[in-house]
């Protein structure tokens, strides 16, 4: 099936590891994102990549690192984890113009304890 | 900065019922308003609208775009239970493309 999916579904960890969420489109789309979901629902944009190059990097701690493989590939690397880094991680991935919209795969439930 | 407001914030019906979904605006540089319908998982895309006054519509869904007072509004008639979801509003502007502004979403509850 043509999708974006990300692995995995859910991950429940401790204060302070360090887990990757992995992201992979095969709708041929040249950028690729990460949004966080918080508990209130609202969506927000982290990292957005085209061709492996970091196009959007908003307002996140450095504690998460994205990297791209290639294009079709998009992975979140998080350390020392938080109790607020709860939340749901998105991958989207969509084609380079305004009037593309995004495709998002089924989100990853972070639980950080 | 960018801001998308919706209302209501919840909206119980019955079955059959047509609801209306407000979506309004704050932005700079207004590029396309999008609509997205969230189930359990992945938000999934409804409706791109970019001009204002063209209606989209497919199946029982359809939307509207009004840049001079800047809102859009999606319907939704002869509800049905599947239709229970969040929806979601975003704003794609700015000079990136992909950055989505979203609204904090419509929870929509449809009873048989």
């Known amino acids: 099936d043509t999708a974006v999916s990300q692995t995995p579904k859910y991950l429940v960890t401790q204060m302070g590891n360090d887990k990757s969420i992995k992201c992979e489109q095969n709708?041929?789309?040249?950028?690729m994102y990460w949004y966080k979901q918080d508990s209130k629902k609202f969506l927000k944009i982290m990292f957005s990549?085209?061709?492996?190059?970091?196009?959007i990097n908003e307002t996140v701690p450095n504690r998460f690192s994205p990297k791209s493989p290639d294009k079709a590939h998009l992975n979140l690397h998080i350390n020392s984890l938080e109790l607020g880094d709860s939340a749901v991680y998105f991958c989207?991935?969509?084609?380079?113009?305004?009037?593309?919209?995004?495709?998002f795969g089924n989100g990853t439930r972070l639980t950080v304890t | 900065e960018d801001k998308v407001v919706q209302s209501p914030l919840s909206l119980v019906v019955h079955e059959g019922d047509t609801v209306t979904l407000n979506c309004s605006y704050e932005v700079t540089n207004f590029r396309s308003l999008l609509w997205y319908k969230q189930e359990k998982k992945a938000p999934t895309f409804l409706f791109m609208l970019t001009s204002s006054g063209i209606e989209k519509k497919s199946g029982r869904l359809s939307s509207i775009l009004d840049k001079k007072e800047l809102f859009s509004i999606l319907n939704i008639t002869a509800t049905q239970t599947g239709d229970s979801a969040i929806y979601l509003c975003a704003h794609a502007g700015g000079t990136s493309y992909g950055k989505l502004t979203f609204g904090q979403g419509t929870i929509l509850t449809v009873h048989p």
């Open positions: 990549y085209n061709n492996k190059e970091l196009i």
């Open positions: 989207a991935s969509s084609q380079v113009t305004y009037n593309s919209p995004l495709h």
């Open positions: 709708l041929g789309h040249d950028t």
